[in-house]
């Protein structure tokens, strides 16, 4: 029961001092303390695991809930056709097809008033311009997908396959601390739940502000901390209770979602995430709480 | 703050893959690994995890019957493991038929399963019962053997009831009740009219057949060791 209770408090963050930045070989990997090396192997290990039910254990741990913070991310982001957009840990793909809706959407509207203006045009000429403009439905729209685990982008794949998403849309196996892209390519770049597995996120950062276009700009989308106090503590309860088991019941794999929340518990606040991302060089950098601050946005501009 | 870190790490290991789970957890994963059972009943895993959160009460039970055996004692002592790399199959293949090791032998071929599918304990808090479960996870397949029952749906409820009477493990108890949901009206017949009752009756009049050193008794006749048990022979 004296377990119990300490599993249901939370820690106050001592090793935070040493999370994410270039300080020596220790790390953290959930509550336990590895080396870098061995957390990078470990946390891939993860997500080899749980790439299969990955998407089913979203909508189980967060009750479908992931799906609306992913939207509010897209819709944030405002992309227009023409973007090029980088999905960093997009493993999945969420975010990409997403995006792709997006952009395809906002084209359809862009398409439907211009043939408004056209209306003194025959019949032919209108048909001519719009067959045009089909084969352009996302307007020079791209995503690239990178992901440094192979059966996250695997199951990534299928899904695109599955689901008919295919123009505009590549997949790359690559390091959030070591892009393979040149610098100033991308509009805009984009890590949803994913810098909190990277094992120095200070190199992400600065990667993500090297591949962006200057004007460019950085959205992360991550758990953050939740300061009211006794929605903190029900956070909590739910967290190391209940989604420990879930992840056994469903994917038959508890460690793995283990690692999951206390990595959460582990991740840097909302005031100092937003300070790695200044240190990286990023302008006007702000965040946006959903949920009470279970999850945040951050946001920035290399200008 | 170090210590807490340390007890949140949860790490109190009292064998290797052990999980330590608070009671809201084990209850939690007793309802959600049964609903998982019932609802795919090729998840072995979590029939397994229902049987070590649910045997708080059975699982001591059977550690004590162990004790008060001489038998039973030494298997607790001594702790063998029914694995492949420490069975010699070839030597059981070759003894005579109708011996419990050439039997053993014959059903792992026939059904086509291994001894070493037999998930771990994670869940259970004592290392001593971790190792009864085990223990009755690797005897289950011999228990298939001297009931004369195939691994499918039918066989594997003949066998749960047998073993809900011999160990009054509440997953087995769940299982044999369940386990017909899923047959036919013919195999529920048969079950009902005639492999039920037997397996009751043997059940109840079988001393605990997890007192048996099996592995030292490989050149036993099944019909022979059936009789020193108490179980009827097979319908």
Redesign the interface.
């Given at each position: 029961l004296c377990r119990c209770r300490a599993l249901l408090s939370r820690p106050a963050g001592a090793p935070r001092a040493r999370r994410g930045l270039a300080a020596g070989p220790e790390m953290h990997f959930g509550f336990q303390t590895v080396t870098e090396e061995e957390r990078r192997e470990k946390i891939y290990q993860v997500f080899e695991n749980v790439a299969k039910k990955y998407d089913v254990m979203n909508d189980s741990m967060t009750l479908g809930i992931h799906r609306v913070w992913k939207d509010i991310l897209v819709h944030k982001m405002n992309p227009c056709p023409g973007t090029l957009l980088l999905d960093v840990a997009g493993g999945t793909g969420d975010i990409a097809f997403r995006f792709i809706n997006y952009v395809r959407s906002v084209r359809k509207r862009q398409l439907q008033r211009k043939l408004k203006h056209h209306q003194n045009l025959s019949w032919q000429e209108i048909f001519e311009s719009y067959q045009k403009d089909e084969f352009n439905s996302l307007g020079d729209s791209q995503v690239v997908v990178c992901d440094i685990n192979r059966e996250m982008l695997k199951v990534g794949k299928q899904k695109a396959q599955h689901l008919g998403y295919s123009e505009g849309l590549s997949w790359v196996l690559g390091n959030a601390e070591e892009l393979p892209f040149d610098d100033d390519k991308f509009d805009v770049y984009t890590i949803a739940f994913g810098i909190r597995n990277v094992t120095r996120i200070d190199l992400a950062l600065q990667e993500a502000y090297r591949v962006l276009k200057p004007g460019g700009r950085f959205l992360c989308l991550e758990f953050s901390h939740v300061s009211n106090p006794l929605l903190s503590r029900l956070y909590d309860l739910y967290s190391f209770q209940v989604i420990p088991v879930l992840g056994e019941v469903i994917a038959g794999d508890w460690r793995s979602y283990q690692y999951l929340v206390e990595s959460i518990r582990q991740f840097p606040p909302q005031e100092e995430l937003k300070a790695m991302i200044e240190d990286a060089g990023f302008f006007k950098v702000d965040y946006e709480n959903l949920n009470f601050g279970i999850v945040a946005i951050h946001s920035g501009f290399k200008l | 703050?170090?210590e807490?870190?340390e007890?949140?790490?949860?790490w109190?290991q009292l064998y290797p893959g052990h999980?330590?789970t608070?009671?809201?957890?084990k209850a939690?994963?007793a309802v959600?690994?049964a609903?998982?059972a019932l609802y795919d009943p090729y998840?072995h895993?979590?029939v397994a995890?229902l049987g070590e959160t649910t045997g708080c009460l059975a699982l001591p039970n059977l550690r004590d019957k162990m004790k008060n055996h001489p038998e039973g004692y030494r298997i607790l002592r001594e702790r063998p493991c029914i694995r492949l790399s420490t069975l010699d199959m070839a030597r059981l293949q070759g003894l005579p038929d109708g011996s419990l090791g050439r039997e053993y032998v014959r059903f792992l071929e026939d059904n086509k399963v291994s001894p070493d599918t037999r998930m771990p304990p994670?869940f259970v808090d004592d290392e001593e019962l971790a190792y009864v479960i085990q223990r009755y996870r690797e005897v289950h397949d011999l228990m298939h053997t001297l009931l004369g029952m195939p691994t499918n749906m039918l066989g594997e409820v003949v066998v749960k009831w047998f073993e809900a009477i011999q160990t009054g493990l509440p997953m087995c108890v769940l299982g044999a009740a369940f386990g017909p949901v899923r047959l036919s009206t013919r195999k529920l017949q048969v079950l009902a009219t005639e492999l039920v009752p037997w397996a009751i009756r043997s059940g109840l009049n079988a001393s605990c057949v997890l007192n048996v050193y099996y592995e030292q008794r490989w050149e036993q006749p099944v019909k022979s060791l059936r009789e020193e048990l108490g179980i009827f022979p097979p319908p």
């Open positions: - | 703050e170090e807490m870190e007890e949140m790490e949860g109190h999980i330590p608070s009671p809201l957890q939690l994963l959600g690994s609903v998982m998840r895993d979590m995890v994670k």
